[in-house]
């Protein structure tokens, strides 16, 4: 496991979640008598933020993603095995 691919993927998985519940509690609300410039104007704000709740959802999943990558990787070996050594024959 590498830990710094862990450490992102948990920071995008927690960043993508606050933002989507962020989002999705400040949803805009529409009133009862609204004109027509407010209507358009609302529906502008919705397929923002339903934009942005995808947005938002698109990261959580690329950090859910990373984490589980990052649990099947094995963590490189400092200054591991060299090349092995092969020796000549002795001449007769």
Do not use: C, H
């Not at 590498?2 to 519940?21: C, N, Q, T």
Request: hydrophobic residues 45%.
């Amino acid at each position: 496991m590498d830990k710094r691919i862990f450490a992102l993927g948990i920071a995008m998985l927690s960043a993508g979640i606050l933002f989507w519940a962020y989002f999705n509690y400040n949803e805009p609300a529409g009133k009862p008598d609204m004109t027509e410039e407010d209507t358009n104007a609302f529906y502008a704000q919705m397929v923002i933020n339903t934009s942005l709740k995808n947005i938002s959802q698109l990261v959580a999943g690329l950090g859910f993603f990373i984490t589980l990558v990052s649990l099947g990787l094995k963590r490189r070996k400092k200054g591991g095995v060299g090349k092995s050594i092969t020796q000549k024959p002795a001449q007769s």
